[in-house]
C-alpha cells in the first residue's frame, strides 16, 4: 500500500527549529542554515498543495498545513484510456442497477462487455442478486460519483466542480448505453496527468476537513458533502495506484 509521506520536510523542521523550548526561549540563537532546495518532483508538489490551500482559504475550509502531500507524475504509472473506460463502466452499471432496480437490463448490458469490463467481487455479487438489500442499493447508487471524476478524466465531463452535491447520472448511463466500448475508448481525449493530481490534491485535504468535523462533532464546512468526497476521493487514488493494483473494493481514501 502506498504511503503519503510528509511533505515539505524542511519547512517541518524549520518550524519545529523555531518553537519555544520548555523553558520558554527559542530551541537555537544561532543563525540557522538554510533549507535544503527541495528536488523538482517535490517543487511541483508543493506547489500543488500551495494552490489547494490558497482555494481552502478563500473558501474557508479549514486545513493542517503539514498534512502530506499527494504523489507527483513520477511516482505511478498512469492508467490507459481503455482501463478508465473500464471502470467507468462497472460504476454506471452498478449505479444504474440500482437506481433503477432493473436486473435483467444491467445483466444483458454486462454480458456485451464482460470480456473489457472487470468487476470487483462485490460488484459480480450485486449485479447477480436479483433482489438485493436497500442497503446494497443504497451503496451502489453512489459509484455514479465514482464514475464521474474518471469520465472527467477521459473529456466526457467538462469540469468537475465543488464537492456540494450529487451529480445526475442520467448523461453517464445515456453516455455508456449509446456508443460502444471501443468507440467510448476511442472518443476519449485523457487530461494531462498534473491536472488530476491537482484534483486529487485539492479533494484529499477537502476530505480531511470534512472527517475532522465529523471528529469534532460539526457540521462539513462549506457545504462540503461528505459521500460526494468519499466517492470522488477513490476514484481519484484509483487513477494515482494509490493502493497499487489493488481491487476496486480494497482503494482506499486515507486522510
Known sequence: MAIRLFGGLAGLLAILAGAPTAAGTPAHQAKAAPAPAPAPGEAAQLARKARSEAILTAEGVPFIAWLPLVE???DYRPRSAEE???RAYALTLVAYKASSGDHEGANDAYAQVKDRVILSASEIDFLRDPRPSDQDRIHFS???EAAYPLFWMLG???ALG?????IDPDPMVRLVSGRTFD???????LRPQAEMLDALDLTYRYHWAVRQAGLDGALPPAKLNPDVLMERHKALNWLVRYNDDASWDDVTTDT
Open 72 to 74: 507527483d507524475e513520477g
Open 142 to 144: 453512489w459509484q455514479s
Open 162 to 166: 465543488r464537492p456540494e452535491n450529487q
Open 84 to 86: 478508465i473506460v473500464g
Open 156 to 158: 466526457y465531463v467538462d
Open 183 to 189: 468507440a467510448l475508448v476511442a472518443g476519449a481525449r
